[in-house]
Structure formats: structure tokens, C-alpha cells
């Protein structure tokens, strides 16, 4: 079994920051991309951002100068600092990540259980 497990999501102030953490356990051979999504209510889950094992990253338009993705690959974890959070950046966050659980398997894509960020005043 594979699992992803977020924390760090919370209520925060607009303008403020939050950093979410994504940790993979369990039978892993290879972490290739790993990311996060995110959906708010009544609207399709999106692509936040995303980071290569090789380090290269994409994110969305709308978090660009705003949001880092890190990962450390030792590890198998994925961060996401949130700078400048807006109320409409208000959503549950889901971490993201393909990976291989053995040799001879394929690999698969495999979801979190979601955190909260609420941004409010």
C-alpha cells in the first residue's frame, strides 16, 4: 500500500502564509512527479503546481510569484509554501504523486485525503 498524507492546512488572514506538508509511505520503488491540486466548492479539482524528481516545476498562472513547491526526494515528501493568500485560494488541497511500487509495476497516480485552507479575514 501507498499512502500520501497532508498537513499544515489552517485558517489564515488574506495577505498571510501557510505551508503544507505531503508525506509518501509505504511499499514505494520511485516517486516521480509529485504536486498539488486543489478544489473549492462548486468547482472542478485544478492543478496548482507540480515538481519533477528532477526538480523542474510548472504551476498554475494564478499562483505564479505567490506559491514554491519544494520536495525532498530522500524523504518522499512535497511542501508548498503559500505567500500572499487570497480568499479566493480557499479550498481543500490535495497532494498528488506517481509512483512506482516496484521494479516490475507500473507506475500509478495516487491522491491525499485533502487539507483545508481557508483564507479569511
Known amino acids: 500500500q501507498v499512502q500520501l498524507v497532508e498537513s499544515g492546512g489552517g485558517l489564515v488572514q488574506p495577505g498571510g502564509s501557510l505551508r503544507l506538508s505531503c508525506a509518501a509511505s509505504?511499499?514505494?520503488?520511485?516517486?516521480?512527479?509529485m504536486g498539488w491540486f486543489r478544489q473549492a466548492p462548486g468547482k472542478q479539482r485544478e492543478r496548482v503546481a507540480t515538481?519533477?524528481?528532477?526538480?523542474?516545476?510548472n504551476y498554475a498562472d494564478s499562483v505564479k510569484g505567490r506559491f514554491t513547491i519544494s520536495r525532498d526526494n530522500a524523504k518522499n515528501m512535497v511542501y508548498l509554501q503559500m505567500n500572499s493568500l487570497k480568499p479566493e485560494d480557499t479550498a481543500v488541497y490535495y497532494c498528488?504523486?506517481?509512483?512506482?511500487?516496484?521494479?516490475?509495476?507500473?507506475?500509478?497516480?495516487?491522491w491525499g485525503q485533502g487539507t483545508q485552507v481557508t483564507v479569511s479575514s
Open positions: 498528488n504523486a506517481v509512483i512506482q511500487r516496484s521494479y516490475t509495476s507500473n507506475p500509478l497516480q495516487y
Open positions: 509505504g511499499s514505494i520503488f520511485s516517486v516521480y512527479t
Open positions: 515538481m519533477t524528481s528532477g526538480g523542474s516545476t
